[in-house]
């Protein structure tokens, strides 16, 4: 099956980051690649722990804005990151769409020097169904803090999709005069 590697595109609805290294919005802090080369500590923003009440350590990003026309199969996230200090929170890697967030069941437990972690998901994690066309429509990766002190620094927010090319589209013939 075919596929397309992103990157992300800009900020999205949650921006709980405390700290920007090497750029003037998030996105542009950890887009260094649409595959798992990163930065390090170059360019990286700063995720502290998950509080509810602030939205604090909960961060996303728009994903696959012009995805038209795409069956999805699976998405899989990247994401880089190194623990902010000896105690820091384990992270979430999931996806944020119209009010609901839903994260792979594996958390990521960054070590003291940046690891990849990436994540696949064969169903959408916002509705337990197989992913449709539809389903991309506003998608943003999400990734959120556990509520325990301390942080991580992020230098990648990365991923791909598979998919099938959607064949039996319903689309309006013009007559012709």
Known sequence: MPSLDFTVQQDGFWRGWSVLVGGDFGYETVDDSAGTTHDSGTTYLTLPRFIVATGSGRMSFPIMLQAGGLLPLSLTLNVAAVQGGGSHPRLSIGFYRGGLT???????????????????????????????????????????????AGNNDVSLVSGGLSYAPMTNRMLPIQRMR
């Open 102 to 148: 839903g994260f792979h069941a594996s958390l990521f437990d960054p070590t003291a020097s940046y690891t990849v972690a990436t994540r696949t998901f064969t169903t959408d994690p916002l509705t337990g169904a197989a992913w449709t066309a539809e389903g991309l429509v506003g998608l943003e990766a999400c990734i959120q803090s556990e509520n325990v």
